[in-house]
């Protein structure tokens, strides 16, 4: 299993990044992807999540209605379009699947990405 997520960078607060996940190595289209992120000393938190086909979604509060996270089966892909970003928000990021033996939890822990880190400047 391989996720390999990149698009962070250093930003303005009141801007927006893309994160892409690229993965591989096992069967996408049947596979919710995450996306989490984590601060030094802060607990790990939860930002989105999508089902196989997408048609599920979740969001942390934290996150609703500035974050966007859609999936491109064909390219193996999952996106999450940041907007309107806040200091809050800097982290580095990680998108994550689940073995099939999970298959059925809409936000997967059992594989972790790389992380991309996103820094908001105020």
């Known amino acids: 299993v391989q996720l390999q997520a990149s698009g962070g960078g250093l930003v303005q607060a009141g801007g927006s990044l893309r994160l892409s996940c690229a993965a591989s190595?096992?069967?996408?289209?049947?596979?919710?992807i995450g996306w989490f992120r984590q601060t030094p000393g802060k607990e790990r938190e939860g930002v989105s999540c999508?089902?196989?086909?997408?048609?599920?979604?979740y969001y942390a509060d934290s996150v609703k209605g500035r974050f966007t996270i859609s999936r491109d089966n064909t390219k193996n892909t999952v996106y999450l379009q940041m907007n309107s970003l806040k200091p809050e928000d800097t982290a580095v990021y990680y998108c994550?699947?689940?073995?099939?033996?999970?298959?059925?939890?809409?936000?997967?822990?059992?594989?972790w990405g790389n992380g991309t880190q996103v820094t908001v400047s105020s």
């Open positions: 999508i089902s196989s086909g997408g048609g599920t979604t």
């Open positions: 190595g096992f069967n996408f289209g049947y596979s919710a």
């Open positions: 994550t699947t689940d073995h099939s033996l999970h298959r059925g939890r809409l936000c997967p822990l059992d594989y």
